[in-house]
């Protein structure tokens, strides 16, 4: 595991990691969250975040008893979405980094040995990956976002959030104002969730222009690979590697929904297009990588059809008329004697191959990484107003 960006480079030029080497990395390892010894330090950063953003609201509340019913209309541990975004969404999106380091170590690598970019390419390849690895330790990005964030929390007004922190107003109508724990939740606990988000953002664009330029490439792509991919199936493990990403959004959104349904009688129904919007957005985002090696799939695909269906075509004229026709046949290629081809049968099963072969890298286990995750949080909202009481009982009862 390098322990520097330029370590990466060390033995295998082609290794590349999203996360590891970038400015929010080397700033965290300055600080002593990420230690040096190789590992990132995920547990405890996790751990140290979700009780950094969350302790001091949580004490401030309850030590003003502001935490549960009695002194305010809607305490603190009524607002779902104060409690996830702290102990859920910004630990997931730590434990992230780990998962999408380990899918990013393991797949630009294999590009180069699967055989995928072929001798001729590789200087290209190495080059392509190296310009990303600079794109990823540039200070730019992270200074905009550092921008985007400070600008929101100064110019957003405290009064747009007003119901979120009502638990926190203090004072009469006149003279409200923010105690200690919204503060703290306002300046402190929303924008390090901000952060990591719009990091995840810049980390997913990072990764659709690597991508993207490794499939401009020359790829030697295999229209018979019985992934249906010519070879490409292993991209999959992308949109796995980001389902604790999709799982803190989700989280988040779904605690707000479940916030409105349970103490402001907000009908299920109503949320089934945002709910849509969601989903599908979301899937669009994160597989969005993956459209890049559309375009080389389908040209792989249409060219072999061609191909194959030529070869499989003269196989079979040759197979007519040596045992149909009974005639002579010269075969100076040996192709009926060839063992890939073997029978009829067998010719026939590899221009099936090449026919359904996919013009995207994307089953059914990239949608369920994304979809899976997606859905979790919201089916919690559901079961706020489903009586799930009543109907499991009666089936248990049934098959007891």
């Not at 975004?85 to 899918?103: D, G, N």
């Not at 992270?142 to 985007?148: C, D, H, S």
Request: proline share 7%; glycine share 8%; hydrophobic share 55%.
């Amino acid at each position: 595991m390098p322990d520097t960006p330029g370590d990466e480079t060390r033995g295998r030029v082609e290794a590349f990691s999203l996360v590891r080497g970038d400015r929010l990395f080397r700033v965290q390892r300055a600080l002593g969250l990420i230690p040096r010894d190789g590992g990132l330090g995920v547990g405890r950063r996790a751990v140290l975040l979700a009780l950094l953003t969350w302790l001091p609201v949580v004490v401030w509340a309850a030590m003003t008893g502001r935490a549960l019913p009695g002194r305010v209309s809607e305490p603190l541990f009524e607002h779902f979405g104060v409690h996830v975004r702290c102990l859920v969404a910004i630990p997931l999106f730590i434990v992230a980094e780990a998962t999408v380091h380990a899918m990013s170590m393991q797949v630009v690598p294999y590009f180069v040995s699967s055989g995928l970019v072929p001798e001729a390419e590789r200087a290209r390849f190495h080059a392509v990956v190296r310009r990303s690895r600079e794109l990823r330790d540039s200070s730019l990005p992270w200074v905009l976002i550092a921008g985007l964030i400070i600008g929101w929390v100064l110019v957003r007004p405290i009064a747009g959030d007003v119901h979120e922190l009502e638990w926190a107003v203090e004072g009469n109508h006149e003279g409200a104002r923010l105690g200690f724990g919204g503060l703290w939740f306002f300046y402190v606990a929303r924008p390090i969730f901000t952060a990591l988000l719009l990091a995840w953002t810049w980390r997913t664009i990072l990764l659709g222009l690597l991508l993207r330029r490794i499939a401009a490439l020359d790829l030697s792509i295999v229209p018979t690979h019985p992934d249906r991919t010519g070879g490409l199936g292993f991209l999959e493990r992308v949109p796995l590697a980001m389902g604790p990403i999709v799982l803190g959004i989700s989280a988040v959104l779904a605690s707000r929904w479940g916030h409105d349904v349970e103490f402001h009688g907000v009908d299920l129904l109503s949320l089934k297009m945002p709910a849509a919007i969601f989903l599908l957005g979301t899937a669009a985002l994160v597989l969005a990588p993956l459209s890049a090696f559309s375009g080389p799939l389908r040209r792989a695909r249409w060219q072999a059809l061609l191909d194959y269906g030529a070869l499989v075509g003269e196989h079979g004229r040759r197979v007519r008329r040596r045992w149909i026709l009974r005639e002579a046949v010269e075969d100076p290629e040996a192709l009926l004697a060839a063992p890939e081809l073997g029978p009829v049968a067998d010719t026939l099963t590899v221009y099936e191959a090449v026919a359904r072969m996919r013009a995207i890298p994307i089953g059914r286990m990239a949608l369920a990484s994304v979809l899976v995750p997606a859905v979790l949080p919201m089916l919690a909202v559901v079961l706020i107003r489903v009586p799930v009481k009543e109907i499991v009982l009666p089936i248990l009862k049934t098959l007891v």
